[in-house]
C-alpha cells in the first residue's frame, strides 16, 4: 500500500530566505510526496496590479506593481542561488515577459483572462525557486506543472475544475510515474490549465486560476483526483498538510486570544466546516472549497505551524467533534 502526503506552503510561508530555508528543513524531515506552493508572499497582489495597470493602461501603475514583483522575488533568489545562473536567468525571462506584456496585450482582451495569465507566474516562480533549492540540498525532485494536470474551465479567476478532463491528464503529466518511484514532486497552488477550442486570436498562455488563496483547495483537489481515478485508495493519502503561521485551529481566533490561545488536537470535518464559516473563529485559515474534496473521502487534513512543526496541529477527520487543546 501506498502512503501519500501532500504538502501545501503558503506564501507567508515562502516570504524571505529564513522561510525559503525552513521550508527546506520540512520538506527534508517530512518528505511530503508532493508540494504545493502559493506565490511568494505578496506576489500575487502585484501581479493583479501590472494586469490592472495594462488593462486600464496606467503605466504608473504597471511599473511600480512589476517592481514589487521585483522586490519580492529578486533578493531570495540572488542570496539562495549565488552559483546557480540558472535559476536567475529564469526569474529575469518572466520579468521580461511580465515588462512585454504591457504592449503585447490587446487591450480588448477581459481583465480576468489577462489577470490569470499574468498571476499564474507567481506560483511558476516560486515553484521553480522551490524546486531548484531543494535540488541545491541534496534533495532531487521533479517539477510538474500544475497546467498539466488540473484541468478547468474558462471562468478566469475563479475556475471550475473538470475532475473528468483532469483525471485523463494525470498519467501524461508524469505525476504518477514520480509517486510510484518515489520521486518528490513539486507543483504549483492556485493555477490550473484549460483550452480554448476556438483559435486563440488574443493573448492566451492557457492559465486558469481557482480563486484567490486558492492553493490550499489545489492540495486537497490532488489528493481528491488521485483517488477519484482510483490510481489511489483515499486510506492510501495519508495526510493532506496545510503549513501555517498558526499553532493550529484554534477555539477562538489566535490572533484575538493572544497568548492564552487554545487549540484543538482534532477536530470533526464537521465542526471544522463550522468554524471556517464566515463567523466562526477559523474564518479564512483555509479556502472554503479546500474541506469538500477531502470529506468525502475521508481524507485526513491537518493545519501546522511553520515555524514550530515539532507541534501536532490540529488533525481534521472523520473523528469525533474534538479531543481537548494542545496548548
Ligand atoms: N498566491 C495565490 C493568492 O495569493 C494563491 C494562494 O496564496 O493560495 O491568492
Ligand atoms: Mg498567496
Not at 20 to 48: F, M, Y
Not at 107 to 119: A, H, I, W
Not at 133 to 149: C, G, R, T
Not at 236 to 251: A, C, H, I, S
Request: hydrophobic share 40%; net charge positive.
Amino acid at each position: 500500500m501506498l502512503e501519500i502526503k501532500i504538502h501545501k506552503f503558503g506564501g507567508a510561508s515562502l516570504k524571505d530566505v529564513p522561510s525559503l530555508r525552513q521550508c527546506g528543513k520540512i520538506v527534508k524531515k517530512e518528505k511530503p510526496n508532493i508540494v504545493v506552493v502559493s506565490a511568494i508572499g505578496k506576489t500575487t497582489n502585484a501581479l493583479e496590479n501590472v494586469a490592472r495597470g495594462i488593462i486600464e493602461n496606467r503605466t504608473d501603475l504597471f511599473e511600480q506593481s512589476l517592481e514589487l514583483v521585483r522586490k519580492y522575488n529578486e533578493p531570495i533568489i540572488k542570496e539562495l542561488f549565488k552559483k546557480r545562473p540558472d535559476v536567475p536567468f529564469k526569474f529575469e525571462e518572466i520579468m521580461k515577459y511580465l515588462t512585454e506584456s504591457f504592449v503585447g496585450i490587446n487591450k480588448c482582451n477581459s481583465f480576468e483572462m489577462v489577470r490569470d495569465q499574468l498571476m499564474a507566474q507567481g506560483e511558476i516562480i516560486s515553484s521553480r525557486i522551490v524546486s531548484a533549492f531543494l535540488a541545491d540540498n541534496d534533495y532531487s525532485n521533479k517539477l510538474i506543472p500544475a497546467k498539466n494536470f488540473i484541468r478547468t474551465n474558462l471562468d478566469f479567476g475563479n475556475a471550475i475544475v473538470s475532475k473528468e478532463e483532469s483525471m485523463k491528464t494525470l498519467f501524461d503529466c508524469g505525476l504518477i510515474y514520480c509517486l510510484r518511484k518515489e520521486i518528490p514532486v513539486i507543483t504549483q497552488g492556485f493555477i490550473a490549465g484549460a483550452r480554448l477550442d476556438r483559435k486563440p486570436e488574443f493573448y492566451f498562455e492557457g492559465y486558469t486560476t481557482l480563486g484567490r488563496e486558492g492553493s490550499d483547495y489545489s492540495a486537497a483537489l490532488i489528493a481528491s483526483l488521485l483517488v477519484d481515478s482510483g490510481i489511489l485508495k483515499a486510506e492510501e493519502v495519508t495526510e493532506v498538510v496545510l503549513w501555517k503561521d498558526v499553532p493550529g485551529v484554534g477555539l477562538e481566533n489566535p490572533k484575538k486570544a493572544g497568548k492564552d490561545a487554545k487549540f484543538f488536537k482534532t477536530l470533526s470535518y464537521d465542526h471544522f466546516q463550522e468554524m471556517i464559516e464566515p463567523n466562526g473563529t477559523a474564518y479564512g485559515l483555509v479556502h472554503p472549497k479546500t474541506l469538500k474534496e477531502l470529506k468525502d473521502k475521508e481524507i485526513p487534513l491537518r493545519v501546522k505551524n511553520f515555524w514550530k512543526p515539532d507541534l501536532p496541529g490540529t488533525l481534521i477527520s472523520k473523528s469525533k467533534r474534538n479531543s481537548g487543546f494542545f496548548y
